[in-house]
């Protein structure tokens, strides 16, 4: 009996200390067979799971890797595109620089932002400003904007899902301004409506037919339509809808010769800590109760 007890105690032994080549005790002790295929068993097990977890370690590893990687590339066309601007701005050349310097910033927020779950509303709104000036020096005068921000909201206090606005605004430049020469606008409005924000974008440009806008609509909409048109928007509502619910998304309204507005529906329950929301309030009222003594 002792001296089957004793190999088995040997092989716990090595099994402690990861040692899994342990062989099995010979003995006619049905208690000690017992015990024998109970640590056999056990060392099985233990092995195993330690193999998976090194095989899950390293595909952990493989995925930071690949993640280094990716973000090689950016990162050298950011650094190259900063030596390019100060070569301009050391020639002179005003507006390459400024250029260069834009389209830096556009892609320093992507990097920021890449695998990020929010951002505050001011950041994305500098974002977008950094891609219409890029416009602007690219189209001059067919491409102007103006955002409207009531005085009472603080654009920093709200936090959405990042690289929202700019393919909207993109959209409206690319699609929406497609037909126009001159004098193309886009604005920008925040609206405070409880328990709601709306963000709205609209363009000046030739709008849709009711046809149109309809086929813009289901593409935007159906949740398993394979296709490359819209898939910014459609990206946007899924995004939206998946974070906030089936309540909230975007909507689409146009009209011919009258442009085209996308609205954004956002929780105001979600993206604003509660306390910064009452006094957001507060700062509304006092703001709307100046407004209407000035107007009397």
């Known amino acids: 009996i002792t001296d089957p007890i004793a190999s088995l105690s ?124 890029i416009q602007r020096l690219r189209f001059g005068d067919r491409v102007n904007y103006k955002i409207n921000v009531p005085p009472y909201l603080n654009l920093e206090q709200f936090h959405i899902l990042p690289l929202l606005l700019q393919p909207i605004v993109e959209n409206s430049i690319v699609h929406g301004l497609e037909g126009v020469t001159q004098n193309g606008h886009v604005e920008i409005s925040f609206i405070l409506e409880e328990p709601n924000l709306y963000v709205t974008i609209h363009d000046n440009g030739e709008g849709m037919d009711e046809e149109t806008l309809q086929k813009l609509k289901d593409r935007i909409y159906q949740k398993n339509l394979s296709t490359a048109s819209s898939i910014g928007l459609r990206n946007i509502n899924m995004r939206l809808t998946l974070m906030y619910g089936e309540d909230y998304g975007l909507e689409v309204d146009s009209k011919n010769s009258a442009g085209t507005t996308i609205t954004l529906t956002l929780p105001l329950s979600k993206i604003i800590d509660k306390n910064d929301l009452f006094d957001l309030y507060l700062m509304r009222d006092k703001y709307l109760e100046q407004e209407l003594e000035y107007d009397e």
């Open 10 to 133: 040997e092989n716990v032994r090595k099994v402690g200390y990861g040692d899994f080549r342990i062989q099995s005790v010979e003995t006619n002790v049905i208690e000690v067979k017992n015990l024998n295929q109970g640590v056999q068993k056990m060392a099985r097990r233990i092995e195993t799971l330690l193999q998976n977890v090194q095989e899950e370690e390293r595909k952990q590893h493989m995925i930071q890797l690949e993640l280094l990687q990716a973000q090689v590339s950016p990162h050298f066309l950011y650094n190259t595109l900063e030596t390019i601007r100060m070569q301009a701005v050391a020639h002179g050349n005003r507006d390459v620089s400024d250029s260069i310097n834009l389209l830096g910033k556009t892609m320093h927020y992507v990097l920021e932002n890449t695998g990020t779950e929010s951002t505050t509303i001011e950041k994305e709104i500098k974002h977008v400003i950094s891609y219409l000036e």
